[in-house]
């Protein structure tokens, strides 16, 4: 009887708790594509906000993460917060307003928005862009 109980309340505790988050799925070809753009690239501190001239070239990577191209020297790479579900598959867009400034700046909020009807299905937000720079650049 006490076996039981020992072994119920070791259910019951094992239950509230949470273990860390599950891992993004990142498609082999996706991984290819980020380890390619960040190639030969030093991490530099992160910024706050990405001026809106350099944030033309976007690349999803995966839900959680997103690239800016910025010539073939220069990669910016944001981090979602949340995540944004469903952004990696083909038929979604992340489509963000900026209110007082042109700028993506941590904390803007993306809405991820569904091409084929309009409709919204999720959001996240934006927090640093950590800079990728090519030596001499």
């Known amino acids: 009887m006490r076996l039981i109980s020992v072994l119920m309340a070791g259910a019951v505790l094992a239950s509230c708790t949470t273990g860390p988050p599950a891992p993004t799925y990142r498609a082999a070809e996706k991984q290819r594509e ?3 753009l960040l190639a ?3 991490a530099q501190a992160p910024i706050s906000c990405l001026p809106h001239y350099r944030s033309g070239d976007m690349r ?3 839900e959680e993460t997103i690239a800016f191209r910025d010539g073939s020297k220069r990669t910016y790479v944001a981090h979602m917060e949340g995540g944004c579900n469903g952004l990696g ?3 979604y867009a992340l489509v963000t307003k900026q209110i007082g400034s042109a700028d993506l700046c941590r904390g803007d909020i993306g809405q991820v928005v ?6 919204t299905v999720g959001s996240c937000v934006f927090v640093d862009f950590v800079p990728y720079v090519a030596p001499g650049a």
Do not use: R
């Open 89 to 91: 598959s083909g038929h």
């Open 114 to 119: 569904d091409t084929l009807n309009g409709m």
């Open 40 to 42: 030969g690239k030093a």
């Open 60 to 62: 999803v990577i995966d």
């Open 34 to 36: 980020f380890q390619m």
